[in-house]
């Protein structure tokens, strides 16, 4: 919230962020959940997001950095940076201009757009509205398989550059927001590329009481769709296919064998199925399954330069961006657009000088995943249990202090219970308004500042409990010398409960 009104504050949006504070303040309610919400409990829609901070950029020195190329392609075309903007539906409800306002920031900033099947724009007036810009096709395969092709020829017809075609939604995943608002499209809007109302998504239509969109999924898109439906897709175009949705390396070897083009990492922004993987996590899996034997493309969390660089660095040709696309053009229409995407221009372009990498599509820097081993549920046990100096890493207790600690962004609650952290585990980042659970991750225990384990038993460790409400602040006692005696003093100061009695908290270290 700090970063954004300082951005409001200056008059100009410093980062993501600032354009998504700004649209949520702008939007309706309804429209802005249905562009932000993911699916279920939205536990991936936060992970593709916080994947990337769990991977670090190892940089080089002492280059010539005073010319950084951005340029690549993405199939054969030449775009001027790796970020292209992705499929998102019904951009009308952003902003009147809709699709046509982002193809046009598209074409001004050398870059290509994909145009969702469910645009309130129709395919050809996106081309008429930036006629030398890139685009290319998101293509539902739906029960219809004449609708399906008619949708294809007329990409074709308009200059379109691909078909990337969605495989990961037989039916829509459950967005509880849009169950709650009984999501439509507002009456003065329809998807535009259909003539049909049933088609269209219209509002005329009777939903009920659930989302319209999975209503209108269940009704229109193919359920059925099997790899041999790829192949049919091949067949009837002559555009290069991509396809959208592959998680697994496995599908994406078997997307292979039935000749696409490229891949594109891709959780549908997290809104199908929650708890899939991140998009950054599966990425490197996926790359090394692909080889050069087609293009693989990235989408999902992007939110800086840095983010794009890590992707770049695991292997995708480019990434695609969606909801920050959608903020900007909430809030200045094409000019937002442009905005976004000139930040997140500077922004790779200064992690690739800082990284000495003079161009973006041969990386060669390194990233690496700051964790032990493979992610896994771990069962925090509380503090009184019987533990032994073998199985103690450090405590973490929470107490009735208002302290601004280091530790403060780690603040966790089970049940106002402290909680045992075991050798390499760390708390996994979620809201403070929801309990952690059982889920952790293997990541570097001095991250968060624990130290090592303490040589005596946890035992020695004695707390009074405190008595007010709302536990705010997260304190560490193991090993911890000077730090610890800091953390005491600065918690005794403000009449914190915790009391002293482990030999290495004394005032002799």
């Known amino acids: ?38 699916a279920d409990q939205q536990e991936s829609l936060a992970d593709n997001v916080a994947a990337f901070k769990r991977w670090r ?39 009147p201009d809709g699709e046509t306002a982002t193809a046009r920031a598209c074409l001004s900033a050398g870059t290509g757009m994909m145009l969702s099947s469910w645009a309130t724009s129709t395919i050809e007036e996106v081309a008429e509205a930036a006629p030398t810009g890139l685009r290319w096709m998101q293509l539902y395969i739906y029960k219809d398989r004449a609708l ?8 074709e017809e308009a200059g379109y550059k691909g078909i990337f075609v969605t495989v990961d939604t037989p039916y829509l995943g459950k967005r509880r927001n849009d169950v709650r608002n009984h999501f439509k499209l507002p009456s003065h809007l329809r998807m535009a590329n259909f003539e049909t109302p049933d088609l269209a998504f219209s509002s005329k239509e009777g ?44 599908d994406a070897r078997e997307a292979l064998k039935y000749g696409v083009d490229g891949i594109l990492v891709s959780n549908h922004g997290a809104r199908q ?43 995708a040709k480019a990434v695609f961006v969606g909801r920050p696309i959608l903020w900007g053009l909430a809030c200045e229409g094409e000019k937002g657009v442009s905005d976004v995407l000139q930040l997140l221009r500077e ?37 009184n249990k019987k533990q032994t100096p073998e199985d103690t ?59 090592p384990r303490a040589t005596s038993s946890c035992e020695s460790h004695t707390f009074a409990e405190g008595t007010a409400e709302g536990l705010t602040s997260l304190a560490l006692l193991a090993n911890i010398k000077s730090f610890s005696k800091q953390l005491v003093a600065e918690e005794t100061q403000k009449g914190s409960k915790i009391q002293r009695s482990h030999p290495h908290l004394d005032d002799t270290e």
């Open 1 to 38: 919230m700090k970063g954004h009104l300082l951005g409001i504050m200056s008059g100009k949006p410093v980062c993501v962020s600032d354009f998504e504070h700004q649209a949520k303040r702008i939007l309706p309610k309804a429209v802005f959940d249905y562009y932000y919400s993911g």
């Open 57 to 95: 950029l190892l940089p080089h020195v002492l280059k010539d950095v005073s010319k950084v190329d951005m340029s690549t392609t993405v199939l054969g075309q030449s775009v001027s940076m790796p970020v292209c903007v992705a499929a998102t539906a019904m951009q009308k409800m952003a902003h």
């Open 148 to 155: 399906t092709q008619s949708l294809v020829r007329r990409a």
């Open 207 to 250: 939903y009920g009481e659930d989302s319209g969109l999975a209503v209108y999924v269940a009704q229109a898109i193919d359920p059925t769709l099997k790899w041999e439906d790829i192949a049919w897709l091949k067949r009837i175009t002559s555009l290069p296919v991509v396809v959208k949705g592959i998680l697994r390396a496995e």
């Open 273 to 315: 199925l929650d708890c899939v993987p991140a998009t950054i996590d599966a990425l490197p899996e996926i790359v090394e399954a692909v080889g050069d034997r087609a293009e693989v493309y990235l989408d999902g969390g992007i939110r800086t330069g840095t983010d794009v660089l890590k992707a770049l660095v695991l292997g």
């Open 347 to 383: 922004e790779l372009h200064l992690a690739l000088a800082l990284t000495g990498v003079i161009k973006s599509e041969n990386p060669g820097c390194e990233a690496k995943r700051i964790k032990f081993g493979q992610q896994e549920s771990i069962q925090f046990e509380p503090h």
């Open 393 to 451: 890493e450090a405590m973490l207790i929470l107490d009735n202090g208002n302290s601004n600690l280091s530790l403060q962004p780690l603040t966790r609650y089970r049940n106002g219970k402290p909680v045992v952290m075991q050798e390499g585990m760390q708390v996994f980042p979620t809201s403070p308004f929801k309990l952690p659970g059982v889920i952790g991750h293997k990541e570097r225990v001095d991250r968060a500042n624990i130290l």
